[in-house]
């Protein structure tokens, strides 16, 4: 284990586990169509793969990149690299690594909402309701986690650890 983690927070059993159980509402809820799984790149990849394999909907996939400004305008987002394909009369299902204080996840809602979808939900491996600035409708997540920085299973601290199998608290 890496010297920078103070400990394990869920286990690769665990997350797998609780992905498990989320599609199976997510199979629920979208019963008989089809649906676009749209992830955030970097750091939603490894939760949108792992949940895509055990999702038994027919699903597609696309992907978007944003950059943001740093801490000091949490609220400015820019999208950096735009979906392939149009999501007119899809149903999407926007796919995040951890919601946190919401503006990333809002401006995407604003955008892809703006682009006529069917309709559009957010799944997210981990949300931090405690941090939240602005109001975004989670319908599915996997974990609700407290104010420590996490890392692993996609998430990064400057860009590494995203290949963690499991879920950890950083060392402050
Ligand atoms: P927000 O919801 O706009 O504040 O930002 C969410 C983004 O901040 C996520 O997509 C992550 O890239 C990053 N982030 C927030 N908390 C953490 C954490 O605990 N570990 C790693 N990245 C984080
Ligand atoms: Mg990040």
Known sequence: ????????????????????????????????????????????????TALARVLTLPVKLDFLAISSFGSKNPGVVRIAKDLDEPIEGE????????????????????????????????????????????PVPVEFRCFEIDDRFVIGFGLDYKQLHRNLGYLAVMKP
């Open 1 to 48: 284990m890496s010297g920078e983690i103070e400990r394990v927070l869920f286990t690769e059993e665990q997350i797998h586990q609780r992905i498990r159980e989320v599609a199976a509402a997510i199979e629920q809820r979208y019963e008989g169509r089809e649906l676009k799984l749209i992830g955030i790149l970097k750091g939603s990849v490894f939760f949108l």
């Open 91 to 134: 149903d999407v299902l926007l796919v995040e690594d951890i919601v946190d204080t919401g503006f990333t996840t809002r401006y995407l809602l604003q955008n892809l909402a703006g682009r006529n979808p069917n309709s559009i939900a957010i799944c997210t491996l981990l949300d931090r309701t405690t941090k939240r600035m602005v």
